[in-house]
């Protein structure tokens, strides 16, 4: 099992990278979201890999951290979703939001993914849903404070009303909590003043 592979950033493609590691160069296929964050070419990375096995070929995935690399994993249990409808699904999700989405059921979020329909994204909500933890809700991909948004559907309160009144309005779980996120609530703001300003942030995007 190759748990990771450390060296210089050889080439870039569309879904593809080469880390030139040892004298030897590595194709790794990576998603969008990883692409977009990787150095300039002749830089070092370190790239946390899953490898799938098969009769006449070996293919290196990889992800720039283990909690990725983990929820990719999870992803592979579901039927029907192998190692590039995983992929796809990274490339239009974050990590953070892909585990609200499922926690929160938003399949329509999910069949946003290339090649992912909306009865494949129910079936990842209703295999993954029980292992997706409030402690994974509550501390995102990027280290620091738990988010705001995330807190809101779990425990309620203005933030959460607010939240639910945007997706009676019509917007997905993942939108309206993406929203109330942006909003910096104080302690004397009711539903209706979170609500205000989250349609304020959205009529930005």
Known sequence: MISYVRGILAEKGKDRIVVEAGM???EIFVPLSVLE?????????KIHTFLQVREEELSLYGFLN???LEMFGRLLTVNGIGPKGA???FSALSLEDL???????DAKAISKAPGVG?????????????KISAE????????GTPSAPAAAVLS?????EAVEALVALGYTNLEATRAVKNVTITEDMDAEAVLKASLKYLAFL
């Open 66 to 68: 283990r909690q990725d």
């Open 37 to 45: 964050l990787l150095p300039p070419l002749g830089e070092e990375v």
């Open 99 to 105: 585990r609200l989405a499922i926690f929160t059921g």
């Open 136 to 143: 994974e809700i509550l501390a995102p991909a990027s280290a």
């Open 156 to 160: 309620g309160g203005a933030a959460g």
């Open 87 to 89: 992929m796809g699904i």
């Open 118 to 130: 909306l009865k494949t994204a129910q079936r990842i909500i209703l295999d993954l849903k029980d």
């Open 24 to 26: 030897i160069g590595i």
